[in-house]
């Protein structure tokens, strides 16, 4: 690849990882942001390739999706925030809480 | 200005601190403030390995016993990165399980909910 | 064949397996609900908590401005000759024939700052010990556990997995094994190993990641690995300084079998690592071992 385009290639990830992680922070439910989080580390990976550096790549990518994004499932999970099971004993789904926004309610406030 | 233009990496580097920073500050859940400070991890080494690299040059692993240093980039930063990365997500996995502690008990993951119920807890005492 | 007809009974969903899936209920907007955006949220907080968020846009605004201001005044990204110091340069030139590896990167963590990946080892070891010390539950009876649904019946997961896990292996270990000679080393083939082994264990249970990896294995395997780090660069260290030869050559450099000491400790890190990430996801799951 000419130098060029990989001026422009960089420019444009960097222009995306700046997007993924404003989207991250002001999304309103927690699931949909811990996925953008999770390709925030893949966008992250790609770049560590670009500037030369193929340890630190090949560590983001082991690392970032597959540990880091799982154990935030796991624990939102645990906290009870991911509530909807898609199969049910008798044939019910019970969607209650589908990644709770900010734990704060809305109309409440300690003032 | 300077040399503002031509350090678009770093820039981008420091923007990405300040919008983990920012995402620390702002939000109460405590999630959320987790995402902030992976966020500024992340702008951290961003920054610092892109210091280490160099204009048309390759990575630092000596091919055909060629050890002269023009032709590779500076692996210095590098390997401190390497190093940063497996920590920040043991930082991560301790404080969620802090989390997950703190919401046993509080059954609340708002932070100024949580304050409040323990500072009435401890008036009760 | 079995094994088609179950693709195809799944593809039409048409399952008869325990449980019969549903599709979820659409949400309904209420459109006579209030619309509850940041203003009015802010109008209904107290006065500390506006400013609290007045003083932190400031301190935001002002950290942003000067690290900007700090950004411009550094020399040109990409340009050399002024990053090259002495340090550098003795790393890149004699460091394949001093420390014998071909990944100058390998050689500078494992051997010229080999204290560096100690801590970082023993940062990790802690980091274990401090998940197992809050989230570890002795008896059996836990009410709190959420259900978690149950993957290892699902048969997209089960197939998958047989086909990738024993990629991910040979991935990882070749990674491993090859820090010195190429991209990769210890961090790098002990997170790939170690997200290998959380995968077996999600999809197939306990009972087959429970074959290599039991709470003894993982106590054994981190202590070994982290003493036979220390013990082995100690004896460098005093060989080292005190001008003694050692019996571990450097080799010749390209072959599996060089670079001293760069190998074990590698495998020794990566060790580490593995048994790490799976602890941790092991404490996350079931607060047990």
């Known amino acids: ?111 | 200005m300077g040399n503002l233009l031509y350090n678009y990496e770093e820039a981008t580097a420091l923007i990405l601190f300040s919008i983990g920073f920012v995402t620390l500050l702002f939000h109460r859940n405590m999630i959320r403030k987790l995402i902030g400070m992976n966020i500024m991890d992340s702008g951290i080494y961003l920054f610092l390995a892109s210091m280490g690299y160099i204009y048309d040059r390759r990575a630092p692993i000596v091919e055909g016993g060629d050890t002269n240093p023009v032709n590779y980039i500076n692996p210095v930063p590098a390997s401190l990165v390497l190093t940063g990365i497996v920590v920040s997500v043991s930082v991560t996995a301790v404080m969620l399980s802090l989390a997950v502690r703190l919401y046993e008990r509080y059954h609340t993951l708002n932070l100024d909910e949580i304050y409040a119920m323990s500072r009435r807890r401890a008036e009760h005492r | 064949m079995k094994l088609k007809d179950d693709f195809k009974k799944w593809l039409s969903y048409d399952l008869d397996l325990d449980e019969e899936p549903t599709m979820p209920e659409p949400i309904e907007f209420d459109d006579e609900a209030p619309e509850i955006t940041i203003w009015h949220r802010l109008r209904q907080q107290g006065a500390h908590r506006k400013l609290y968020y007045v003083v932190a846009v400031i301190c935001s605004a002002v950290l942003a401005f000067t690290l900007i201001l700090t950004v411009s005044g550094m020399p040109r990204y990409g340009e050399d000759a002024e990053f090259m110091d002495t340090v550098t340069y003795e790393y890149l030139a004699h460091g394949m024939e001093y420390t014998g590896a071909v990944n100058i990167v390998s050689g500078i963590i494992l051997e010229y700052r080999a204290f560096d990946t100690l801590g970082e080892s023993f940062v990790l070891f802690c980091a274990v010990t401090c998940v197992l010390v809050l989230l570890r539950l002795d008896d059996e009876a836990d009410s709190s556990a959420p259900s978690y649904h149950d993957l290892t019946h699902d048969i997209v997961l089960r197939r998958t997995a047989r086909a990738i896990i024993p990629l991910i292996f040979v991935f990882g270990i070749y990674v491993l094994l090859n820090g010195h000679l190429s991209p990769g080393g210890g961090f790098s083939g002990g997170a790939v190993l170690g997200a290998g082994i959380i995968l077996l264990s999600s999809a197939y249970g306990e009972e087959a990641s429970g074959k290599f990896v039991t709470e003894r294995t993982f106590r054994i395997v981190t202590t070994s690995a982290l003493l036979f780090y220390c013990v082995g660069k100690s004896y460098t260290f005093y060989t080292g300084a005190n001008g003694i030869e050692t019996f571990i050559g450097n080799g010749r450099p390209g072959d599996i079998l060089s670079a001293g000491l760069i190998l074990p400790l590698n495998v020794a890190v990566g060790l580490v690592v593995a048994c790490t990430m799976y602890g941790i996801y092991r404490m996350f799951k079931e607060r047990r071992f």
Do not use: H, Q
């Not at chain 1, 000419?2 to 222009?15: R, Y």
């Not at chain 1, 925030?40 to 880091?68: K, Q």
């Not at chain 1, 709770?100 to 309610?105: I, L, P, Q, R």
């Open chain 1, 1 to 111: 690849m000419t130098p060029e385009l990989t001026e422009i290639l960089k420019i444009s990830l960097l222009v995306l990882l700046v997007v993924a992680a404003v989207a991250s922070s002001v999304m309103k439910k927690l699931v949909p942001a811990l996925i953008v989080f999770t390709s925030f580390s893949l966008v992250m990976s790609v770049i560590w390739m670009l500037l030369e550096s193929p340890d630190l790549a090949i560590t983001e990518a082991a690392v970032g999706a597959g540990v880091s994004g799982v154990l935030f499932y796991m624990a939102l999970k645990r906290m009870e925030r991911i509530k909807r099971e898609y199969i049910e004993k008798d044939g019910k789904a019970a969607p209650e809480n589908d990644g709770e926004e900010d734990g704060c309610d809305n109309n409440e406030t300690k003032g």
